[in-house]
């Protein structure tokens, strides 16, 4: 049977021929919706775990740190291989969270990118007001805000040594106050940090002593670089366009650096889940198990095989391996068809998740700045405080991320639409609980992400 297509306009097939006989008004929506399916997130329960493993990773980067300015648990009182060796190896993973955030915002970011050019919906100016907004609204105030704590701890506190670099703590190994100014504070605010510019010989520092801003300006051009290669790449694009995204991308590579080119392609594992085949039946009930014993045991053996520590601005095979073995623990997570979560447990997930963009970005400084205050007068020596003390500042730490989200991150909807309403006209207006759903809500993480 032989079928002629007389006119299509808006994707409905408005007059079809068949040996004669006209079929008009025939909608293919169905189809065009079946195309982009593949691009959505989650909902119910994978959602929810989406959730808490984006609030997970923020905490566990905080219990990194939180357990090195503190002195908890220092590996050398431990027997290899020892329960407490294990014990401290697992809190001390931060690097490997890292890893969590940028899979998981390749998943989430990338998706939306990739649905709303399906749907023929791609806007230049609306991906970076919503990259913008979802970045700036936390950025902005834990720059002042981290500028503010780290020059009252030099100057107040009695704590030279942890200020200087001075003390073998991981986390402040540098000198504080020269990267406490104004150029470098700007530099961060346009995601320079950790990028060596032309006709430099160093790359520029983060800001003060908040050390995690470096996987922010990663996230930053990751975003920039995915829509380069989603236009270099797509088959329906005109020839000009996708040789000017190329051109683009090749400069991005260059001006980026070997560094967050080639981590870019762990962010890319995330954008990668959206092509793989849903996940059979007979498999989905033990997926999710088995994948969490393959990634506890990648997560010991990594350790051990290479303890990572602090990488910054450093590229190791066990990045890579980690990041498949999180994709693979994705996959199995996004197809996970468990029994329903309690709506508590879903909204503390949902709330874990909206938060842990700020719990990530404030909290440094705050525990440095507590580690100082507590420490006892005298000689300085990095001793381990007592259990009461520490358990103290992480408390604080933790509610002080809170005020700030509740402040500004909680804010992001209300002013990514008073900013659309500028230069659009909008037809909604997004609430506040909307803008908190979740994954599917494509902010993204955290990473970014």
Same mark, same amino acid.
């Given at each position: 049977?032989?079928?002629?297509?007389?006119?299509?306009?808006?994707?409905?097939?408005?007059?079809?021929?068949?040996?004669?006989?006209?079929?008009?008004?025939?909608?293919?929506?169905?189809?065009?919706?079946?195309?982009?399916?593949?691009?959505?997130?989650?909902?119910?329960?994978?959602?929810?775990?989406?959730?808490?493993?984006?609030?997970?990773?923020?905490?566990?980067?905080?219990?990194?740190?939180?357990?090195?300015?503190?002195?908890?648990?220092?590996?050398?009182?431990?027997?290899? !291989?020892?329960?407490?060796?294990? !014990?401290?190896?697992?809190?001390?993973?931060?690097?490997?969270?890292?890893?969590?955030?940028?899979?998981?915002?390749?998943?989430?970011?990338?998706?939306?990118?990739?649905?709303?050019?399906?749907?023929?919906?791609?806007?230049?100016?609306?991906?970076?007001?919503?990259?913008?907004?979802?970045?700036?609204?936390?950025?902005?105030?834990?720059?002042?805000?981290?500028?503010?704590?780290?020059?009252?701890?030099?100057?107040?506190?009695?704590?030279?040594?942890?200020?200087?670099?001075?003390?073998?703590?991981?986390?402040?190994?540098?000198?504080?106050?020269?990267?406490?100014?104004?150029?470098?504070?700007?530099?961060?605010?346009?995601?320079?940090?950790?990028?060596?510019?032309?006709?430099?010989?160093?790359?520029?520092?983060?800001?003060?002593?908040?050390?995690?801003?470096?996987?922010?300006?990663?996230?930053?051009?990751?975003?920039?670089?995915?829509?380069?290669?989603?236009?270099?790449?797509?088959?329906?694009?005109?020839?000009?366009?996708?040789?000017?995204?190329?051109?683009?991308?090749?400069?991005?590579?260059?001006?980026?650096?070997?560094?967050?080119?080639?981590?870019?392609?762990?962010?890319?594992?995330?954008?990668?889940?959206?092509?793989?085949?849903?996940?059979?039946?007979?498999?989905? *009930?033990?997926?999710?198990?088995?994948?969490?014993?393959?990634?506890?045991?990648?997560?010991?053996? !990594?350790?051990?095989?290479?303890?990572?520590?602090?990488?910054?601005?450093?590229?190791?095979?066990?990045?890579?391996?980690? *990041?498949?073995?999180?994709?693979?623990?994705?996959?199995?997570?996004?197809?996970?068809?468990?029994?329903?979560?309690?709506?508590?447990?879903?909204?503390?997930?949902?709330?874990?998740?909206?938060?842990?963009?700020?719990?990530?970005?404030?909290?440094?400084?705050?525990?440095?700045?507590?580690?100082?205050?507590?420490?006892?007068?005298?000689?300085?020596?990095?001793?381990?405080?007592?259990?009461?003390?520490?358990? !103290?500042?992480?408390?604080?730490?933790?509610?002080?991320?809170?005020?700030?989200?509740?402040?500004?991150?909680?804010?992001?909807?209300?002013?990514?639409?008073?900013?659309?309403?500028?230069?659009?006209?909008?037809?909604?207006?997004?609430?506040?609980?909307?803008?908190?759903?979740?994954?599917?809500?494509?902010?993204?993480?955290?990473?970014?992400?």
């Amino acid at each position: 049977m032989n079928w002629i297509v007389l006119f299509s306009r808006g994707g409905v097939l408005t007059h079809i021929q068949d040996t004669g006989t006209a079929v008009t008004d025939l909608r293919i929506r169905d189809l065009k919706r079946a195309s982009t399916e593949r691009f959505k997130t989650p909902r119910g329960t994978a959602s929810v775990y989406l959730d808490a493993l984006r609030g997970l990773a923020a905490f566990g980067v905080l219990i990194h740190h939180w357990q090195d300015i503190f002195s908890f648990g220092d590996s050398s009182k431990f027997r290899r !291989l020892s329960f407490e060796y294990w !014990l401290h190896a697992f809190i001390g993973l931060g690097h490997q969270w890292v890893v969590v955030f940028f899979v998981m915002s390749g998943y989430l970011v990338g998706g939306t990118v990739l649905r709303s050019v399906a749907d023929n919906r791609w806007s230049l100016s609306k991906y970076v007001l919503a990259r913008g907004t979802r970045l700036y609204i936390v950025l902005i105030p834990a720059l002042f805000l981290g500028a503010l704590i780290d020059w009252s701890g030099i100057h107040f506190l009695h704590a030279a040594p942890l200020y200087s670099g001075q003390t073998d703590i991981a986390s402040v190994h540098f000198d504080v106050a020269s990267r406490l100014n104004l150029s470098t504070g700007i530099e961060n605010g346009f995601f320079l940090q950790t990028i060596r510019l032309p006709f430099t010989s160093n790359p520029i520092p983060t800001f003060g002593s908040n050390g995690p801003l470096w996987s922010l300006a990663y996230e930053l051009w990751f975003y920039v670089g995915f829509p380069l290669l989603v236009f270099t790449l797509r088959p329906a694009g005109r020839l000009s366009m996708r040789l000017s995204c190329l051109g683009l991308l090749v400069i991005w590579v260059f001006f980026t650096g070997p560094v967050i080119s080639t981590l870019w392609l762990i962010w890319l594992l995330g954008v990668a889940l959206h092509f793989m085949p849903p996940l059979s039946a007979n498999w989905n *009930g033990f997926a999710l198990p088995f994948a969490s014993i393959v990634l506890v045991a990648a997560v010991f053996f !990594l350790k051990a095989a290479h303890p990572l520590g602090e990488m910054v601005g450093k590229v190791y095979w066990t990045d890579f391996v980690f *990041g498949v073995v999180i994709a693979v623990f994705l996959y199995a997570l996004i197809h996970w068809k468990g029994h329903t979560v309690p709506a508590y447990a879903s909204s503390f997930a949902q709330h874990a998740a909206a938060s842990s963009y700020t719990l990530y970005l404030v909290h440094l400084p705050a525990l440095i700045f507590l580690r100082g205050l507590l420490q006892p007068p005298g000689a300085w020596t990095r001793t381990a405080f007592d259990i009461k003390s520490a358990l !103290l500042a992480i408390m604080i730490v933790i509610s002080y991320a809170q005020l700030v989200y509740y402040l500004f991150e909680r804010q992001t909807a209300q002013a990514r639409h008073w900013l659309e309403a500028c230069f659009w006209e909008t037809e909604t207006v997004p609430t506040n609980a909307t803008a908190q759903r979740g994954p599917g809500d494509g902010n993204g993480n955290k990473l970014a992400q």
